[in-house]
């Protein structure tokens, strides 16, 4: 496996990640809101895992999910960042 398609797809996960991240900092913990905020970019990553021929091989899952979550909690401190300036 070449790791760079895995690279970009980790790294536009992240990026996707970054506005529902700031999303979710800003509503009720489990909420309904919350819970679209953390599950909406799902489809979206598994187009872009696709489309770069990733599969669904078990070697690829610890980047894209720690992408995924570091996305999630990178938008979550841009909102607590904001809040305090």
């Given at each position: ?12 996960t ?14 009720r ?54 809040k305090?300036?």
């Amino acid at each position: 496996m070449t790791w760079l398609p895995l690279l970009a797809v980790g790294a536009a996960t992240l990026i996707l990640n970054l506005p529902f991240g700031f999303w979710r900092a800003g509503v009720r913990k489990f909420s309904l809101r919350w819970f679209l905020a953390v599950h909406a970019p799902v489809p979206l990553i598994v187009v872009l895992r696709l489309a770069a021929g990733l599969g669904w091989r078990l070697s690829t899952f610890p980047v894209l999910v720690g992408a995924f979550f570091g996305g999630q909690l990178l938008g979550g401190r841009i909102r607590a960042a904001m809040k305090r300036a």
